[in-house]
């Protein structure tokens, strides 16, 4: 190839000398101003001009699809070595497609597992339920087994939901890990989040995911340490690989990923302080941040650390358990060999990092493994706000509700604690019969708390009586189908959407006489009311 741009210059070279020669003599010729001898000397070199130009021309050409076609080949040649590159690199590094848009960056992981490479699909996610959700401030990930006794899952999902603004729950995904090949129970247990969650679902806001059936490798062979029993040893090698599928699937989701369990209940406003913290410490080089004392409850990593912590815990699955195997990784990167554990602990410390208070609680009783009663408490998490107080109008309260203990309706009007009643069946009411009447600006009526979010009133209206009957009178069509008009004197104004009843009270409604809810169908749960606003124009 060299030779032939050689000649392709050495060409050009001879065409130019020979151009300027030409130039020089025609102009000489001209200068002189001779006769018939130079101008048939000026012919002759024209035409020998032409020949070479001719040749050249025909030299350059063929060089030309010489080199066209060299260069075809030394592409051909190059995009072999690349794809060759690129073959080998996913041979090496096993960056495995888990579904079209994700990927598991572990670059070992079929060493760690060698039994993945019996089938293609070994790390594919099921995903019984999800919008594809992504770029979000939290991830929450939340593994869950079918237990033998309680199931928590239910109680858990109303906690870290309740109350969560609209805002915060376009920034959050909540991911649950079925951690179960069966999938006639995943598709059940699928099927009651869907029921249970409908807008969460549809939103994208809540995820449900399982593994493939070859996920989990034969534990007939595991070696019994630390006192441990066979199953005990079983139960924490599974928990171990739980947390690293859910881990994998959760790091390209949002910024930050917490770990969660399957039966907390969390604290007002974990949210909004789990984020805050997390972005004041953005020039720290931690690595966890924990919210809760307890195991691997509530703690925080951000997801571009996830493939490094999942890639140390597969290196050692089978030995320890999870919270162990989190404090070597810290140990690894932090501590001096020479030096003692109290500098160890201290540059421990810069990479974990503990927030007070606990943002989460423990409250299951009976563990995920066979037989165990664990009655964890995290003494951090304090006592949690149960109801709120308001100035209400004063009123006379009626219910056919039957109330638990002394968790009175009137207890919860007056602000003095929450109202707890048996479960509602269809026809129950809680009236509020104003003193006098009032023109009525806002309502707001809350069921379910903290520690109890899912004793929430279902298929619930709320509704005001007019002190003036001409109101329902001069009704129009359509106040009347946006409204609705009962045949004892109330007006439908509104109802309850996840367990919260909130707005406006019509204007034309003027004066009103009493408000109420009215329950239209029986529920499966109790009921609750921790906050009863009924707020009157000054």
């Known amino acids: 190839m060299r030779l032939k741009y050689g000649a392709l210059r050495l060409l050009t070279v001879i065409f130019l000398g020979t151009l300027l020669s030409f130039s020089w003599r025609y102009t000489t010729v001209k200068v002189r101003d001779t006769g018939e001898e130079e101008e048939e000397e000026v012919q002759s070199q024209f035409l020998d001009l032409r020949k070479r130009l001719q040749t050249a021309e025909a030299v350059n050409q063929r060089v030309s699809q010489e080199l066209t076609s060299i260069l075809e080949s030394i592409k051909h ?53 999800g919008q594809g ?20 899952l239910m109680d858990t999902l109303n906690s870290l939901l309740y109350e969560l603004s609209q805002e915060e729950r376009r920034d959050c995904i909540i991911i649950v890990f079925i951690a179960e090949t069966d999938m006639q129970y995943v598709n059940s247990l699928a099927d009651d989040l869907k029921k249970g969650f409908p807008s969460e679902v549809e939103s994208g806001l809540l995820e449900v995911v399982s593994p493939s059936s070859g996920f989990y490798p034969n534990f007939t062979d595991l070696k019994e340490t630390f006192g441990d029993t066979r199953e005990r040893v079983k139960w924490r090698t599974k928990q171990n690989l739980d947390y690293s599928f859910l881990m994998l699937y959760s790091q390209d989701k949002g910024r930050f990923y917490v770990q969660l369990e399957d039966d907390i209940i969390a604290r007002t406003g974990y949210f909004q302080t789990m984020k805050n913290v997390a972005l004041q410490k953005t020039s720290v080089e931690w690595m966890v941040m924990e919210f809760s004392q ?34 070597h990784i810290l140990w690894v990167k932090a501590c001096h060999p020479e030096k003692d554990a109290k500098h160890c602990d201290r540059q421990k410390s810069s990479l974990r990092i503990r927030y007070k208070p606990s943002q989460f609680q423990h409250v299951g009783t009976h563990s995920s493994l066979p037989g165990k009663i664990q009655n964890l408490k995290d003494k951090d998490f304090g006592k949690q706000v149960l109801h709120r107080a308001h ?26 604690d929450f109202f707890w009643a048996l479960t509602p069946v269809s026809g129950d009411h809680i009236t509020f019969s104003l003193h006098q009447p009032v023109t009525v600006k806002r309502y707001l009526f809350r069921s379910g708390n903290i520690e109890h979010p899912g004793d929430k009133l279902f298929n619930t209206s709320v509704e005001v009586q007019p002190a003036n009957k001409s109101v329902l009178e001069n009704m129009n069509e359509g106040m009347r189908a946006k409204y609705g008009k009962t045949k004892d004197g109330y007006v439908r104004i509104g109802t309850f959407v996840n367990g919260v009843a909130e707005g406006e009270v019509p204007p034309f409604m003027k004066k009103i006489t009493a408000v109420r809810l009215f329950v239209h169908s029986s529920s499966p749960v109790w009921v609750l009311l921790s906050e009863i606003f009924i707020k009157t124009e000054l």
């Open 391 to 416: 100035a209400n109008p004063p009123a006379d309260i009626t219910t056919s509700l039957t109330a638990y203990q002394h968790f009175s309706i009137e207890k919860a009007y007056h602000g003095e």
């Open 77 to 129: 040649i190059v995009a072999e070595k690349r794809n060759a590159t690129r073959n080998h690199s996913k041979e090496t590094n096993r960056e495995v497609n888990v579904t079209e848009n994700h990927k598991y960056h572990v670059s070992n992981v079929y060493y760690y597992l060698p039994h993945l490479t019996q089938s293609e699909d070994s790390l594919r996610p099921n995903v019984a339920i």
């Open 133 to 152: 959700r992504t770029n979000v401030s939290l991830v929450l990930g939340i593994p869950t087994v079918k237990r033998e006794k309680q199931n928590y």
């Open 294 to 327: 307890l195991g691997f409850i509530g703690k925080m990593f951000k997801t571009y650390d996830l493939p490094l912590i999942v890639e140390f815990i597969l290196m050692f699955y089978k030995d320890k358990p999870i919270d162990w195997l989190l404090d």
